[in-house]
């Protein structure tokens, strides 16, 4: 298995608070992800803006998207992001014209599984290109103190198998991640642990040391 990347997940509705915490940390992640409440509050602005501060790194639009895929995904690859989030409830049609788009920019989407999906959906999304994949435990189910259990394991386990990387996301603290070792990990997504953080440069070290001494 490759070594799991970090990734740094900025929910903020402020532009200029999100690049304090881009500045901050982006020498301590892999990966920097304008999230979905980002996006929302500031358009394609936040992608290009990180783009420009973070030259070398992987760069996320977290739209998931729905419908308009080929146009969506124009506009977030031009604004200079590497990856782009589909739902995984797009319609077949959707995902499949966002990952041509991507592949013609070199670029990648990724189906962010969120509330209903099925392995033959997956399967689908696999046998057009797609190798991406997010395994999300959602703000709202964290709330109401849902925790990692043995049939999310079970289900990326599966996923895995297909031939997906697996992103996980969702409370992730470094201590969570040795139950994931099983998993072909292409990155762990972590907003508040590390943006909201008193000494958000020691977590990230403390998740860099646990996906070292798990993957090497």
Known sequence: ???????????????????????????????????????????????RQFRRHCPDKIIVADWKVADAGEILAAQAFDAGADWMTVICAAPLATIEKSHHLASQRNAEIQIELFGNWTFSDAKNWHSIGVRQVIYHRGRDAQANGQMWGKEDISRMKKLSDIGFAISITGGLIPEDLPQFKAISVQAFITGRALSGATQPKQVAQAFHTQITEIWG
Request: proline share 2%; hydrophobic share 45%.
């Open 1 to 47: 298995m490759n070594r799991p990347l970090l990734q740094l997940a900025l929910d903020h509705t402020c532009l200029d608070s999100a690049l304090r915490d881009v500045a901050l940390l982006r020498d301590d992640v892999d990966v920097v992800e304008a999230g979905t409440i980002l996006c929302l509050s500031e358009g394609s602005n936040a992608i």
